[in-house]
């Protein structure tokens, strides 16, 4: 089957840096989206990989390793509206994104 | 700036109601996709359209129904509702093509049924 995992929830301080995993088994890869979650709102758009490497946006970095199924949300001087679920999801090969259950941020001061 | 909207933001119905859950898209996507997102489980595509007219079933179909007459709009339908049917929907667009097009979600709709 196809599965994605992330942790449940997290915690980081404030001006921090905090790393989100994200491993999965997928049939087929055609990229791995991360998108960010406030509560009670939609997700929006983070960031694609589609190849191995680093991919740097401002405070916010993923990474991807496609032979070890493997990804990462880094995400650098943590403020308290970095509160907010991140989500993984990989697209495969029917081009249909198969989502994990997010990782719940939590920033304290 | 993509806007999805969605017709309700909070929904309280009766088991056995039937129910529509509107989505409008101003952007002239081809792409439309209905999730429901519960705690602790990742987002579940319900339906999704890739055309006027055109839909295709996702992971969990059972118990909804969907409705495409014209490209900006994407409708769910709960034939006959019922209490496990109680979630966040959230709906979806995006471009047309198989290539890597990001999805861009409405505010969801939480349904809640009695």
């Known amino acids: 089957g196809q599965n994605i995992d992330q942790p449940t929830e997290m915690t980081a301080t404030e001006g921090a840096i905090v790393q989100i995993n994200c491993t999965y088994q997928?049939?087929?890869?055609?990229?791995l989206f991360w998108y960010q979650q406030h509560a009670g709102e939609a997700p929006t758009f983070l960031s694609y990989?589609?190849l191995d490497g680093l991919e740097e946006k401002g405070r916010f970095s993923s990474f991807l390793s496609r032979s070890k199924g493997y990804s990462y949300l880094l995400l650098k001087e943590l403020q308290m509206k970095d509160s907010a679920s991140y989500l993984c999801?990989?697209?495969?090969?029917?081009?249909?994104?198969?989502w994990g259950a997010g990782t719940k941020l939590i920033i304290k001061p | 700036d993509v806007k999805v909207t969605q017709s309700s933001r909070y929904l309280v119905k009766r088991t056995g109601e039937k129910v529509f859950l509107e989505c409008v898209q101003d952007m002239d996507h081809e792409n439309m996709f209905w999730y429901r997102q519960d705690p602790g489980l990742g987002l579940r595509l319900i339906y999704f359209s890739y055309d006027v007219k055109m839909k295709e079933k996702g992971d969990i179909p059972e118990g909804y129904s969907v409705s495409r007459e014209k490209k900006e709009r994407f409708s769910l339908i709960l034939e006959s509702a019922s209490t496990n049917q109680t979630s966040m929907y959230l709906c979806?667009?995006?471009?047309?093509?198989?290539?890597?097009?990001?999805?861009?979600f409405g505010p969801g709709t939480r349904l809640t049924v009695l």
């Open positions: 990989n589609v």
């Open positions: 979806a667009s995006s471009l047309g093509g198989a290539d890597y097009n990001e999805q861009f």
């Open positions: 997928t049939s087929g890869f055609n990229g």
């Open positions: 999801a990989v697209m495969d090969s029917n081009y249909q994104l198969i």
